[in-house]
């Protein structure tokens, strides 16, 4: 009788814990993305319509200001995953800069792709390196954004963070801007092409020019940690850039509350690499969404629901 009572003891927390696990699956969710223009929005949305698609489980991408915010609305509770920056995750794990108030339990559940930091201006202005933003009008992306945190770093590093005038504007309302005169130029981070970046180069009568800042690489580094990569943004990459910029890059990731379930956070791990073709129609950045990057890319732990799908997978997450 002993032996009974502890069979079907474990039997029911079995069947519990299956019910709890069936039951999560059904509540809605959703992503924190980005501000319209940028990848983060329309890659997000179609994360969200995979989600739904396969899991069954209504999936909403939300519009935000990106990485601060998006870490900042899942440590409340009002969002499940969010896109960020590896740079401002670190900083949420470790209780930094924009996370000063309190450290994160952050976790991630996949490394997405590379961001490029663009410094975008226009020909005619007399701008051709950061030095010469001296002065001038510039908008560092919306606030509590990564973004915004990336552009303060480089222009610290190059000795510029006192020598020019902000503006904190969603990637749409810098193009516009800059394209009305009321900028001189802006920094946005993002995958290439960025769509807002790619209707200001195809404007009748401007032509975009886009600065060279990779030498500030290791300064950054030095810093802040080993985040940022020297990279370049190809020739050809929007209309009327005809030769190849050096810039700097810090990958992308999908995180989430460490409290996410270890089921939850498996299922949309492999739900979503399992959809990439699917995610690459939606936009090319998602052909990096490739088990070769996992890992290295990410500077805070996985979740264990992820890191259990990746070794399936034959990647090793410490």
């Given at each position: 009788?002993?032996?009974?009572?502890?069979?079907?003891?474990?039997?029911?927390?079995?069947?519990?814990?299956?019910?709890?696990a069936?039951?999560?699956?059904?509540?809605?969710?959703s992503?924190?993305?980005?501000?319209?223009?940028?990848v983060?929005?329309?890659?997000?949305?179609?994360?969200?319509?995979?989600?739904?698609?396969?899991?069954?489980?209504?999936?909403?991408?939300?519009?935000?200001?990106?990485?601060?915010?998006?870490?900042k609305?899942?440590?409340?509770?009002?969002?499940?995953?969010?896109?960020t920056?590896?740079?401002?995750?670190?900083?949420?794990?470790?209780?930094?800069?924009?996370?000063?108030?309190?450290?994160?339990?952050?976790?991630?559940?996949?490394?997405?792709?590379p961001?490029?930091?663009?410094?975008?201006?226009?020909?005619?202005?007399d701008?051709?390196?950061l030095?010469d933003?001296?002065?001038?009008?510039?908008?560092?992306?919306?606030?509590?954004?990564?973004?915004?945190?990336?552009?303060?770093?480089l222009l610290?590093?190059?000795?510029m963070?006192?020598?020019?005038?902000?503006?904190?504007?969603?990637?749409a309302?810098?193009?516009?801007?800059?394209?009305?005169?009321?900028?001189?130029?802006?920094f946005?981070?993002?995958?290439?092409?960025?769509?807002?970046?790619?209707?200001?180069?195809?404007?009748?009568?401007?032509?975009?020019?886009?600065?060279?800042?990779?030498?500030?690489?290791?300064?950054?580094?030095?810093?802040?940690?080993?985040?940022y990569?020297?990279?370049?943004?190809?020739?050809?990459?929007?209309?009327?850039?005809?030769?190849?910029?050096?810039?700097?890059?810090?990958?992308?990731?999908?995180?989430?509350?460490?409290?996410?379930?270890?089921?939850?956070?498996?299922?949309?791990?492999?739900?979503?690499?399992?959809s990439q073709?699917e995610?690459?129609?939606?936009?090319?950045?998602?052909?990096?969404?490739?088990?070769q990057?996992?890992?290295?890319t990410?500077?805070?732990?996985?979740?264990?629901?992820?890191?259990?799908?990746?070794k399936?997978?034959?990647?090793?997450?410490?």
């Amino acid at each position: 009788m002993k032996f009974l009572r502890i069979a079907i003891s474990a039997l029911f927390c079995v069947t519990a814990a299956l019910a709890q696990a069936a039951d999560e699956m059904k509540q809605p969710m959703s992503i924190g993305t980005g501000s319209a223009g940028g990848v983060y929005y329309v890659l997000g949305g179609g994360m969200a319509s995979v989600l739904t698609t396969k899991l069954g489980v209504p999936t909403n991408p939300e519009a935000t200001n990106a990485s601060v915010e998006n870490l900042k609305f899942i440590r409340a509770g009002k969002m499940d995953m969010g896109f960020t920056m590896a740079d401002a995750a670190y900083d949420a794990y470790k209780g930094e800069d924009k996370f000063k108030d309190g450290k994160m339990n952050v976790r991630t559940l996949l490394a997405l792709y590379p961001n490029h930091m663009q410094v975008i201006t226009l020909d005619g202005k007399d701008i051709n390196k950061l030095a010469d933003l001296k002065g001038k009008r510039v908008g560092t992306g919306p606030a509590n954004s990564g973004t915004e945190v990336m552009a303060l770093r480089l222009l610290k590093a190059a000795g510029m963070d006192k020598d020019i005038t902000r503006e904190r504007l969603p990637i749409a309302q810098m193009a516009d801007a800059l394209k009305d005169g009321k900028i001189d130029a802006f920094f946005w981070v993002s995958g290439i092409p960025a769509a807002a970046v790619s209707d200001l180069a195809s404007t009748p009568g401007m032509k975009i020019k886009l600065l060279d800042h990779a030498e500030y690489a290791d300064v950054m580094n030095k810093e802040f940690g080993p985040l940022y990569s020297k990279s370049a943004i190809p020739a050809k990459s929007y209309a009327g850039q005809d030769k190849a910029v050096a810039n700097i890059t810090v990958w992308n990731l999908l995180v989430v509350d460490a409290k996410m379930s270890d089921n939850v956070a498996y299922k949309i791990t492999k739900t979503l690499f399992e959809s990439q073709p699917e995610l690459a129609k939606v936009h090319k950045e998602a052909l990096n969404i490739a088990l070769q990057n996992q890992g290295v890319t990410s500077p805070i732990p996985y979740h264990p629901g992820a890191a259990k799908y990746l070794k399936e997978k034959g990647i090793a997450i410490q």
